[in-house]
C-alpha cells in the first residue's frame, strides 16, 4: 500500500521526539537539548523518555514511556510528525527487535500521513541481511533527513536512498563551547565498559595510563550512569590497575552535559571511548584522544583529526603511551572545531524547513 499523502509543510506544532532520553546517558541528553533549543516557541513536543520525571523536570516537554510501544504509538497518532532526534536509531548493534520497534514508527506515522524526519541521525551498524532489507524498505518512507556523518550517507545510499543527502557533524558540535584552562591538569576518561575490553585485555591499555603523567590526577567521567558507573571499582576488584594509577584514580559522576564539558574544560588530556564525551571534550577545547569501539567514534576522531586507537585491534602500548604524551596539554584545532560546529547548520536548516526558526 502506498503511504498516505503528506500534509502541506511547514509542519504543524507538535512532534513525537524519539530517541535513546531519559536513560541517564549525558550523550542523548546533550542531543534532547540542541533538538529542543531548536524547535520554535510554539511547538509543544511529546518526547520518548524511560524516566520520564527527569526529562519532564529537566526540559519541561511532555513525555511517554519509550519503552511501550503501544503507548508511543498511541502518543503518534495525537503528535504532527515524527522525529528521530539523533543518534543511531536505524542499527542492529542493540538487536534486530530495536530496528523492528523504530520501523514500526515509521510505517505507523506515514500510515497516518505524517511526515518522519531523521534528524542528525546515524545509519548502522546493519550486521544483519534481514536489517538491510528492512531499511531498505523504509528510507523510501522518510520525508527528511540529514546525517551526522558521510559514512551514514553513503550507506544510505547503497540501500537504495534517492534523495541528494544532507550531512553535517553531530548535533552536539553545535553547544556552546566552555574556555579550556586544563593546563598541567588532570587526565579525564571517558571509559566505557565493551566486549573488546574484558579482563585481561584491559592491561596493556592501563598500562600506557599507568606511566602517562604520573604526577596527575586520574578522573573517572562516566557518561552513561548505568553502564560506566563503576568500572573503575570493577577493575580495580580485578587487580588491573597497578599501585600508582589506583592511588590516583576517582570517579567523578555528572548529572548535566554542562556539568561534564566543565570538568573536560579543565583537564590536560581527555582520553574518551563515549562519542559524545570526545565531541563534548573537544567543545570545550580540550586536548582529546578517542579509544574507538565502534565506527562512529573512529569518524569523530578522524574528523576533529585527534590520535586514535581502535580497539578491535592489537594494540602496542609503548607507541600508545607516546601517542598519549605528544597530546598532554595539546587543544585541537580550533579552525577545525568551528567548521565542525558549522556543519551543524544543516540540521538546523532541515528542523526550519518543517517547523520554521527557533525562538531568538
Known amino acids: 500500500m502506498a503511504p498516505a499523502p503528506l500534509p502541506a509543510m511547514p509542519l504543524r506544532e507538535r512532534p513525537l521526539l524519539v530517541g535513546y532520553y531519559g536513560e541517564h546517558n549525558l550523550g542523548d541528553d546533550a542531543l534532547l537539548e540542541v533538538l529542543l533549543a531548536s524547535l520554535p516557541p510554539g511547538c509543544r513536543p511529546v518526547v520518548t523518555a524511560r524516566d520520564q520525571a527527569l526529562v519532564r523536570q529537566r526540559f519541561g516537554v511532555a513525555c511517554v514511556d519509550r519503552t511501550d510501544l503501544g503507548a508511543v504509538m498511541a502518543a503518534l497518532g495525537g503528535c504532527d510528525a515524527l522525529v528521530f532526534g539523533g543518534g543511531s536509531l536505524l542499527q542492529d548493534s542493540t538487536s534486530f527487535l530495536s530496528l523492528v520497534y523504530y520501523g514500526c514508527l515509521v510505517l505507523l506515522a506515514r500510515s497516518l500521513g505524517k511526515p518522519v524526519l531523521l534528524w542528525g541521525q546515524g545509519l548502522g551498524p546493519l550486521r544483519r541481511r534481514r536489517s538491510r532489507w528492512l531499511v531498505r524498505g523504509l528510507l523510501p518512507a522518510i520525508t527528511t533527513v540529514s546525517w551526522r556523518d558521510a559514512t551514514s550517507a553513503s550507506l544510505a545510499r547503497?540501500?537504495?536512498?534517492?534523495?541528494?543527502?544532507?550531512?553535517?557533524?553531530?548535533?552536539?558540535?553545535?553547544?556552546?563551547?566552555?574556555?579550556?584552562?586544563?593546563?598541567?591538569?588532570?587526565?579525564?576518561?571517558?571509559?566505557?565498559?565493551?566486549?573488546?575490553?574484558?579482563?585481561?585485555?584491559?592491561?596493556?591499555?592501563?598500562?600506557?595510563?599507568?606511566?602517562?603523567?604520573?604526577?596527575?590526577?586520574?578522573?573517572?567521567?562516566?557518561?552513561?550512569?548505568?553502564?560506566?558507573r563503576g568500572l573503575l571499582a570493577s577493575l580495580l576488584s580485578q587487580g588491573l590497575l597497578g599501585?600508582?594509577?589506583?592511588?590516583?584514580?576517582?570517579?567523578?559522576?555528572?548529572?548535566?552535559?554542562?556539568?561534564?564539558?566543565?570538568?573536560?574544560?579543565?583537564?590536560?588530556?581527555?582520553?574518551?571511548?563515549?562519542?559524545?564525551?570526545?565531541?563534548?571534550a573537544a567543545a570545550a577545547g580540550a586536548p582529546v584522544a578517542a579509544l574507538s569501539y565502534d565506527p562512529k567514534v573512529s569518524a569523530a576522531a578522524l574528523s576533529l583529526d585527534c590520535p586514535l586507537a581502535e580497539l578491535n585491534r592489537p594494540v602496542d602500548a609503548a607507541a600508545l603511551l607516546i601517542q598519549w604524551r605528544q597530546s598532554l596539554d595539546r587543544p585541537p584545532n580550533d579552525q577545525r572545531i568551528q567548521a565542525l560546529r558549522r556543519s551543524t547548520a544543516v540540521h538546523r536548516r532541515v528542523l526550519e524547513g518543517a517547523f520554521g526558526p527557533p525562538a531568538g
Do not use: N, Q, Y
Not at 200 to 209: I, S, T
Not at 245 to 269: F, K, N
Open 158 to 228: 547503497r540501500l537504495g536512498a534517492r534523495a541528494e543527502p544532507l550531512v553535517g557533524a553531530d548535533p552536539v558540535w553545535s553547544v556552546a563551547p566552555e574556555p579550556w584552562h586544563g593546563m598541567g591538569g588532570p587526565l579525564v576518561l571517558c571509559f566505557r565498559p565493551t566486549v573488546h575490553l574484558k579482563g585481561e585485555a584491559w592491561r596493556p591499555w592501563l598500562a600506557a595510563l599507568e606511566l602517562l603523567a604520573p604526577e596527575r590526577d586520574v578522573i573517572w567521567l562516566p557518561f552513561h550512569a548505568v553502564e560506566d
Open 243 to 280: 599501585s600508582g594509577l589506583a592511588a590516583r584514580s576517582r570517579e567523578l559522576c555528572c548529572d548535566h552535559p554542562r556539568e561534564a564539558m566543565a570538568v573536560c574544560a579543565g583537564a590536560g588530556l581527555v582520553l574518551a571511548m563515549r562519542l559524545h564525551g570526545l565531541i563534548l
